[in-house]
């Protein structure tokens, strides 16, 4: 065999092993991904803290979205949801995921809104409102609380009432008076009340295990098949 031969036969088992070499490491990469799904991952107290919280923004963010809307809509066919927004069609979904309850707590005075934030870890340092689950270990499961705060309504220059009280029972009182409205108004970012939502810790262990994702918006939006019927007059 010629040294020429030689020279070429390497030249073409190199170029050989060069067209393997990127399958081995799809296959390898396919490999890898495929035991860390398999493996058994340690759940803590915080993982499902946080997971907890997470569905707890998701359902509170799709409410105030929707209230935002009906306020300035007004449309009499949608006002039940604001009596009971757990029956918004996203909402209702997450809530049945997680087997959840939702409810609103109302205060009756700045007092009384004051103590419960207190109470509850629900304020910061600086005494803005925020978010808080904390597990109820009787009752094996995890409440999410957030405070209700008094919002200016979604337009630039709104008239009186100019406000919003999502904390009220019907589609009627959802907007409220400023204080520079009427004596006995509200002001903005005033705590009216608080979001509670309760989430069975097996559920959310559950959701955790089959690492879902909640969607903000559905295909009909926050009112179902329909996205555009709130504006409907």
């Keep these: 065999m010629s040294k020429r031969k030689v020279v070429l036969g390497i030249v073409g088992f190199g170029f050989l092993l060069a067209a393997c070499e990127p399958e081995k490491l799809e296959r390898g990469k396919e490999m890898a991904v495929e035991a860390e799904r398999h493996k058994v991952k340690r759940?803590?107290?915080?993982?499902?803290?946080a997971r907890a919280l997470a569905a707890g923004d998701t359902i509170v963010g799709l409410i105030e979205g929707a209230f935002l809307q009906l306020a300035e809509a007004q449309p009499k066919e949608q006002e039940l949801f604001v009596g009971d927004p757990a029956k918004l069609p996203m909402v209702q979904k997450i809530l049945q995921r997680y087997n959840a309850q939702l409810t609103r707590l109302k205060f009756a005075t700045e007092a009384e809104a004051k103590q419960y934030l207190s109470q509850h870890n629900l304020?910061?340092?600086k005494g803005a409102p925020k978010a808080n689950v904390q597990l109820s270990v009787r009752d094996q499961e995890f409440l999410y609380q957030r405070p209700i705060v008094i919002k200016r309504r979604n337009?630039?220059?709104?008239?009186e009432p100019s406000?919003?009280?999502f904390s009220a029972p019907s589609l009627?009182?959802?907007r409220v008076f400023s204080a520079q409205g009427k004596p006995n108004g509200y002001e903005e970012g005033q705590i009216a009340g608080v979001w509670q939502i309760s989430f069975p810790k097996k559920k959310v262990v559950e959701q955790i295990t089959l690492k879902t994702k909640v969607s903000r918006r559905g295909r009909g939006g926050?009112?179902?098949s329909n996205p555009d019927s709130v504006n409907k007059k």
């Design 43 to 49: 759940i803590t107290q915080e993982d499902m803290e």
């Design 123 to 125: 304020s910061d340092m």
């Design 155 to 159: 337009c630039a220059s709104c008239d």
């Design 163 to 165: 406000l919003l009280d």
């Design 172 to 174: 009627e009182k959802l």
């Design 222 to 224: 926050f009112f179902g």
